[in-house]
């Protein structure tokens, strides 16, 4: 399929906002300002960007240069430069592993919607037990789940059917800019808290004593996944790109976006958590049991306003997790649209459907129904670890050998540098990246996460 007959972004700002749009999702808002509390505030943040440069930046542009020259769904892009070898496999896994992530994202996708009727309602009061429990007793519950879920795949398969350029671009130059006003409305919001500062300095000050090998892991870990590298959608988008679309200055401005969004919610977190005494903790307790505590604290001598920062935060976290769906559904649909020639509208369909059903059976591992586990563990979880501890990170080693050794360097270089329209000044720095240190750091990650060291 050439590129004239096949669905283009229509804009560069609308491939920015589309990309950055899959690549920020929930992890941003709450697993970086955690670590960056953990792990030494802006010494911390210091290290991520170095990481974000040395691996995060060069395996986005793998994906980009696959994508853009394959012009087709994620495993055809890969197969076209494997020439029937092996590697095609790559971007059939690229595509298995978007399609499982979807499964349990969109139920914690489906949280979020509940939330914003919770806070609305008034429901998000009282101590942290009682939150707590609000927090149990939903999750576990056997429908209202699985009900959220449905709406927010549903939204996403609207969004989806009418296509990449009416579709998919339209709803990132809607969603993105809203995303972008939520979250400076809170940080502002947060930051004019009594005791705010302790927050702020707490996330901006260094503190290189806190930094060790495991706060450079998981700045490591952290750049790789927030760029939302090895699930497909990075390839999958970039086949949507035009010929002349500038890849490396995409890929930087797109990981700044990234990283920005991430280091605002770190200013919309600490300040408000410090103002009432309380330490971020990680993970969904922090999003669905801290938080709606201290907003309820810190806002507290004028309740409307912290009713309000509550429901605009977990919009702001619904939009976010929407953005992330959007672009793991395509991968799925292009995939199903393309190998198996259905129209559009029909692949949609089929990935919507499977997306309700394997939401629903993570929703019910958590709770309802005790007998959905796999290797003892329940569904939502498993996928949770295979995704993100063995299929991301193989993905990204298997993507930067594929395309650093076995793929002829003048096809890469043509695409790095638009057939030699552009200046190939970093090509021989990029090379050398995603030949020996991108490998190098992906398996530390890997090893790392395995509990190997």
């Not at 808290?193 to 302790?198: D, E, N, R």
């Not at 927030?226 to 500038?246: E, K």
Request: charged share 10%; aromatic share 12%; with cysteine.
């Amino acid at each position: 399929m050439s590129h004239h007959q096949r669905a283009n972004f229509g804009s560069k700002l609308g491939i920015i906002l589309a990309t950055a749009g899959s690549a920020v999702g929930l992890g941003n808002i709450w697993r970086f300002p955690y670590m960056a509390g953990e792990q030494g505030g802006a010494a911390f943040i210091v290290i991520y960007f170095i990481c974000v440069m040395l691996l995060g930046i060069p395996c986005m542009l793998n994906e980009f240069i696959i994508g853009r020259h394959g012009a087709a769904n994620s495993s055809r892009s890969y197969a076209k430069l494997a020439n029937g070898t092996p590697w095609k496999y790559i971007g059939l896994m690229g595509v298995i592993t978007g399609f499982l992530i979807m499964g349990y994202y969109a139920v914690v996708s489906g949280w979020c919607l509940q939330y914003i009727v919770g806070s609305a309602t008034g429901q998000l009061t009282g101590d942290n037990n009682a939150i707590s429990q609000y927090f149990t007793d939903f999750s576990t519950d056997t429908w209202k789940p699985i009900v959220w879920t449905i709406v927010i795949v549903l939204a996403c398969h609207f969004i989806i059917i009418r296509g990449v350029e009416k579709g998919i671009e339209k709803a990132s130059k809607i969603l993105m800019p809203i995303l972008f006003i939520l979250l400076l409305i809170i940080v502002v919001a947060s930051c004019m808290l009594p005791g705010a500062s302790k927050g702020i300095s707490f996330m901006l000050n260094p503190d290189f004593s806190k930094l060790d090998g495991d706060a450079v892991l998981g700045a490591l870990g952290q750049s790789f996944y927030s760029l939302s590298v090895g699930m497909g959608c990075i390839v999958t988008y970039a086949s949507y790109y035009s010929r002349d679309t500038h890849l490396t200055k995409s890929a930087v401005q797109i990981s700044l976006v990234d990283s920005l969004i991430a280091i605002l919610a770190g200013l919309m977190i600490f300040p408000a958590a410090f103002s009432v005494g309380v330490h971020p903790d990680s993970g969904p307790s922090l999003i669905f049991i801290t938080l709606p505590n201290v907003f309820q604290q810190a806002f507290g001598n004028v309740a409307a306003v912290g009713y309000v920062v509550s429901i605009m935060f977990y919009g702001l976290l619904s939009v976010a997790a929407l953005t992330s769906l959007i672009s793991l559904h395509e991968v799925a649909t292009a995939w199903i649209h393309e190998e198996f020639k259905l129209k559009r509208s029909s692949a949609a369909t089929i990935v919507t459907l499977s997306c309700c059903g394997m939401g629903a059976m993570c929703s019910l591992s958590l709770g309802a129904v005790k007998g959905l586990t796999l290797f003892g563990m329940p569904l939502f979880s498993l996928f949770d670890f295979l995704t993100g501890q063995i299929l991301l990170p193989l993905g990204g080693l298997l993507t930067c050998l594929f395309l650093g050794w076995y793929v002829p360097k003048q096809i890469v270089r043509d695409e790095f540098t638009n057939n030699g329209t552009l200046r190939s000044t970093l090509f021989g720095a990029y090379l050398f990246l995603i030949r020996f240190i991108c490998p190098i750091c992906i398996l530390g990650i890997f090893l790392h996460q395995l509990g190997v060291f």
